[in-house]
C-alpha cells in the first residue's frame, strides 16, 4: 500500500486569495490525481497529475483556477486560486498503487478541509 | 459518460440487520468496480473491489458480486454493528486510473 500526507489539513481563507496544498506519498508512483469533495456531495475528479507532463483537466476544471504542479514521483501540489466560498471543499489527493499499468488499487490522502469566508 | 449511481440514503439499521446498499453503473468497455467506505472524520479506503465479470469482492464481511447482465455491484452485510456507520461510495475505473464515484450513501447502525 501507499501512505499519502496532505498538508494543510485544514485552512480558512479570504475570498480572492489562494492556497497550495501539498501531497506527499511514500514510494513513487507515474500517476496522481487531485479531487472535490463538495459538502455533503460525492468526490468530482479534478485532474490527473503524470510527472513530466502537463497534468490533464476534467471538465469544467481549468488550469488558471486549479494549477498543478508534479515535480517528481513522489510528490505534487494543487493551488486552488482566487477563491470564492463556492471552492469550500475537501481536496483529495490519490495515487494508483505500485503496478501503475495493470489494474490496481487507489490509495487516498487524508484531505485538506478548505472554507472560504 | 461513465456514471455510477446509488440508492439514497441515509440508510438506518438496527444491529445485526441485513445491509443492502444499491449500485448500477454505465460505462464503456470492462470497468473495474469498487466499493469505498468514509467513516467519520477519517479519510477515503478501499472496502473491496470487483475486476471482472461475476467476481465476488469481500471484505470485514462485506460483499459485493460484479453483475454485468444487470451492471449491478451492490454491497451486502449480513449483519451490521455500529462501528459500520459511515458513508460508502461505489466507484468504477475504465482503465483510466481515476475513478467515477457515486454520490455516496450514509448508513446510521443504531444499538
Known amino acids: 500500500s501507499a501512505v499519502i500526507s496532505q498538508k494543510p489539513s485544514r485552512d480558512i481563507c479570504q475570498r480572492g486569495t489562494s492556497l497550495t496544498i501539498q501531497c506527499q506519498v511514500d514510494s513513487q508512483v507515474t500517476m496522481m490525481f487531485w479531487y472535490r469533495q463538495q459538502p455533503g456531495q460525492s468526490l468530482t475528479l479534478i485532474a490527473t497529475?503524470?510527472?513530466?507532463?502537463?497534468?490533464?483537466?476534467e471538465s469544467g476544471f481549468v488550469i488558471d483556477k486549479f494549477p498543478i504542479s508534479r515535480p517528481n514521483l513522489t510528490f505534487s501540489t494543487l493551488t486552488v486560486s482566487n477563491m470564492s466560498p463556492e471552492d469550500s471543499s475537501i481536496y483529495l489527493c490519490?495515487?494508483?498503487?505500485?503496478?501503475?499499468?495493470?489494474?490496481?488499487?487507489?490509495?487516498f490522502g487524508p484531505g485538506t478541509r478548505l472554507t472560504v469566508l | 459518460g461513465d456514471s455510477v449511481t446509488q440508492m439514497e440514503g441515509p440508510v438506518t439499521l438496527s444491529e445485526e440487520a441485513f445491509l443492502t446498499i444499491n449500485c448500477t453503473y454505465t460505462a464503456t468497455g470492462y470497468p473495474s468496480l469498487f466499493w469505498y467506505v468514509q467513516y467519520p472524520g477519517e479519510g477515503l479506503q478501499l472496502l473491496l473491489k470487483a475486476t471482472k465479470a461475476d467476481d465476488k469482492g469481500s471484505n470485514k464481511g462485506f460483499e459485493a458480486t460484479y453483475r454485468k447482465e444487470t451492471t449491478s455491484f451492490h454491497l451486502e452485510k449480513g449483519s451490521v454493528q455500529v462501528s459500520d456507520s459511515a458513508v460508502y461510495f461505489c466507484a468504477l475505473d475504465t482503465g483510466r486510473r481515476a475513478l467515477t464515484f457515486g454520490s455516496g450513501t450514509r448508513l446510521q447502525v443504531q444499538p
Open positions: 497529475a503524470n510527472q513530466g507532463s502537463e497534468a490533464t483537466y
Open positions: 490519490s495515487v494508483g498503487g505500485p503496478k501503475v499499468f495493470s489494474y490496481n488499487e487507489q490509495f
